[in-house]
Nanobody
Framework: QVQLVESGGGLVQPGGSLRLSCAAS????????MGWYRQAPGKQRELVAA???????NYADSVKGRFTISRDNAKNTVYLQMNSLKPEDTAVYYC?????????????WGQGTQVTVSS
């Protein structure tokens, strides 16, 4: 079992920055892929950024060059640094941890944190 707790969401103006944090209840980065997803009302949840167990990273095209995913192994925490925010980035952001070889049995989600980008 893994518990994930997100924090750092809030209201920010277009062009502003925000850093999200996801704290895991135990050390998992060696066996779980970590990801940030987002979901706007009425839309499907989409992958924003992910970091594999070997440290490899991929981003959605819509956030490349603006968002950065990173992790602190000692703190069991993954971050999402969001710069140059746009109104279309408004969504609830969720932290995810899963074993890619067995996602049906090892797939965990945080409660989500609201990010609102508006002037």
């Amino acid at each position: 079992q893994v518990q994930l707790v997100e924090s750092g969401g809030g209201l920010v103006q277009p062009g502003g920055s925000l850093r999200l944090s996801c704290a895991a209840s135990r050390a998992i980065f060696s066996t779980y892929r970590m990801g940030w997803y987002r979901q706007a009302p009425g839309k499907q949840r989409e992958l924003v950024a992910a970091m594999a167990t070997d440290g490899s990273i991929n981003y959605a095209d819509s956030v490349k060059g603006r968002f950065t995913i990173s992790r602190d192994n000692a703190k069991n925490t993954v971050y999402l640094q969001m710069n140059s925010l746009k109104p279309e980035d408004t969504a609830v952001y969720y932290c995810n941890a899963r074993k890619t070889w067995d996602p049906d049995n090892y797939n965990y989600w945080g409660q989500g944190t609201q990010v609102t980008v508006s002037s």
